[in-house]
């Protein structure tokens, strides 16, 4: 598993946490780093999975609109939690990190989905993303 894809899941870890325990992004970041701290090892994730969790912080409402543009019949509040926070990620990455090329943000948050969410959320994943990416 590559240092980006560890660094995708541990900022879905950190948007969920903050997500379902209903605290600040910040908050969850912040127990996060230390947690980082005192791992050396996963340093190579940590920086990436910071720069996501920043970049969906200072663009959360723009990233919110686009989502639910593009989610036809679906409110973030009506969306799956996982969902929700894999969307963010991929949102950002499509929209504002142009080290990442779309297909593989897109690809990223489809196996998230597949594993972590329900049966039906790798399509609506799938399907969303592929709308942002092609409006991009």
């Known amino acids: 598993m590559s240092a980006r894809t560890k660094a995708r899941k541990r900022a879905l870890d950190i948007l969920y946490a903050a997500d379902v325990r209903q605290i600040p992004i910040a908050e969850a970041l912040a127990a996060e780093a230390g947690r980082a701290a005192t791992q050396p090892d996963r340093q190579n994730s940590w920086l990436y999975a910071r720069e996501i969790v920043d970049g969906v912080t200072d663009r959360f409402s723009e990233i919110d609109e686009t989502i639910e543009s593009y989610a036809q ?23 504002y990190n142009d080290e990442v090329p779309a297909g593989v943000a897109i690809a990223e948050a489809v196996e998230l989905a ?23």
């Open 114 to 136: 597949k594993t972590l969410s329900t049966d039906d959320s790798a399509g609506f994943v799938n399907g969303v993303l592929g709308k942002v990416a092609q409006a991009a």
């Open 73 to 95: 019949g679906w409110t973030i509040a009506r969306m799956p939690t996982i969902d929700r926070a894999l969307l963010r990620i991929g949102v950002w990455e499509i929209l």
